[in-house]
């Protein structure tokens, strides 16, 4: 895919829009050299968007870059009506590199010009000749020792420099239509990438927050926003294999809980609400993730689950039926057509644990700590499971059953023992 497109001579980028802030940063650091040089500053104006679908290769997550079409409005300086159109380095190995300045281009033959200069006529080695393009139509290849001279005894200084600045403007451009383009800054990532890693780091190695991993010391499990961040912005042998023997590879629940954790975070309003939602609702708003913000954009998850709990327990005390223990403790027992209600896991120092709430046919509560991840369980699904009744409890006020050695399934037939004869 082309990143420029020419639209009434004037350059036309694709930008990821996650790139935007940084490359602006740059410009703005740029035009203060522009001023410098006498000419005005450049300013970048949106002029389209669309969106383009990618796939991480690691974890094979989909994920949406929300792209933007730039154009580059500024002066292009004349000088007694020639006008700089690009720049010729001759390289060692016998060929030009034409590096034309944003939205111009020159006649192929500059691609294998050689090194002469039509303001002295002299031919000698030189390292970049300029080519000039004048109102009239001509064309010039001028030396930078002559161009002060050619163009009527200008700033030599003013002219390179002004050419300097329209060729690293336009190698800048070039560089921030690369989607992992860092603007000589932060690393950025795609919002949509980053929380759907979370959603599966959560999945498969429980939550752990920035402030629970710091507590635990720099030899207890790193926290979930930090790995999340590595396997989105590292290829590197370590990172492969942490996805493969983690097994972090994407599920459609993964994708279905990232929307719905996106959506919940960008609904939260600027006033009336606390300042950490707040901020998620500003962090979740934007096109990308940073390292400053992937820990409160990954907290976005958690939250929501938290925000689904809460809505499950309000329905549970809106039953006209409140739910009852059932079963007779020590005993392994059978439940059929249980509904999977919710599944939270939890990083721990001894591994991975999940708080699995199931809900029966009659409406009674049950719930399991699973040690380690229970990937045969989804959220909502209506299945037959086995367990030994290991306590009954409540959690506030609600009356539940505590279960052990859940596994999928009616209980087994117990064999019966033969009789000698």
């Known amino acids: 895919m082309s990143n420029t497109q020419d639209t009434d001579e004037r350059p ?4 990821p829009a996650h790139n935007l802030l940084m490359l602006q940063n740059k410009l703005d650091e740029m035009n203060r050299r522009a001023v410098k040089l006498g000419c005005e500053p450049t300013v970048l104006k949106i002029v389209g968007e669309f969106d383009v679908e990618r796939k991480r290769e690691g974890t094979g997550i989909k994920y949406t870059v929300h792209y933007l079409k730039v154009e580059v409005a500024g002066q292009t300086p004349k000088l007694n009506g020639w006008q700089l159109m690009a720049a010729i380095e001759m390289l060692p ?3 030009n590199l034409v590096r034309c300045v944003p939205g111009k281009t020159v006649p192929e033959s500059y691609r294998t010009t050689d090194t002469h200069c039509d303001h002295c006529h002299t031919e000698r080695f030189r390292k970049e000749v300029f080519v000039l393009n004048h109102d009239d139509g001509r064309w010039a290849q001028v030396g930078r020792s002559c161009i002060a001279d050619f163009l009527g005894h200008v700033s030599v200084e003013n002219i390179c420099g002004r050419a300097a600045w329209d060729l690293d403007l336009a190698e800048e451009l070039g560089e921030a239509s690369d989607e992992s383009y860092s603007g000589r800054g932060e690393t950025v990532v795609a919002i949509t990438e980053f929380v759907a890693a979370t959603a599966i ?6 939550w752990l927050s920035r402030t629970k991993a710091a507590e635990m010391g720099e030899f207890g499990p790193p926290s979930t926003s930090g790995v999340a961040w590595q396997i989105c912005t ?3 042998s370590h990172t492969k294999r942490l996805i493969d023997e983690s097994s972090l590879f994407v599920e459609k629940r993964d994708i279905e809980l990232a929307e719905e954790s996106l959506a919940w975070g960008r609904s939260h309003p600027t006033t009336g609400v606390a300042d950490y939602l707040y901020n998620l609702g500003v962090a979740c708003r934007l096109d990308y993730v940073t390292w400053k913000t992937c820990g409160l954009v990954a907290s ?5 689950l938290r925000e689904k709990e809460r809505i499950g327990e309000m329905g549970l005390k809106a039953k006209k039926k409140p739910s009852e223990h059932v079963g007779v403790v020590g005993e392994r027992q059978g439940f059929a057509a249980v509904t999977v209600k919710s599944l939270r896991s939890f990083e721990s120092p001894f591994g991975v644990k999940t708080l699995c709430r199931f809900e029966t046919v009659e409406g009674d509560t049950l719930v399991w700590w699973c040690s380690g991840n229970c990937d045969w ?3 909502d699904k209506v299945l037959d499971i086995t367990g030994t009744i290991k306590k009954h409890g409540e959690y506030k ?8 050695r859940v596994a999928a399934g009616s209980p087994k037939a117990k064999k019966t023992k033969k009789v000698k004869a």
């Open 12 to 15: 036309v980028y694709e930008i």
């Open 300 to 304: 976005v998850v958690a939250a929501y």
């Open 93 to 95: 190995s016998g060929e």
């Open 234 to 236: 590292s290829n590197d």
């Open 397 to 404: 006020g609600w009356l539940q059953t505590e279960l052990s």
């Open 377 to 379: 369980l989804e959220e």
């Open 201 to 206: 780091c959560i999945r498969r190695l429980g």
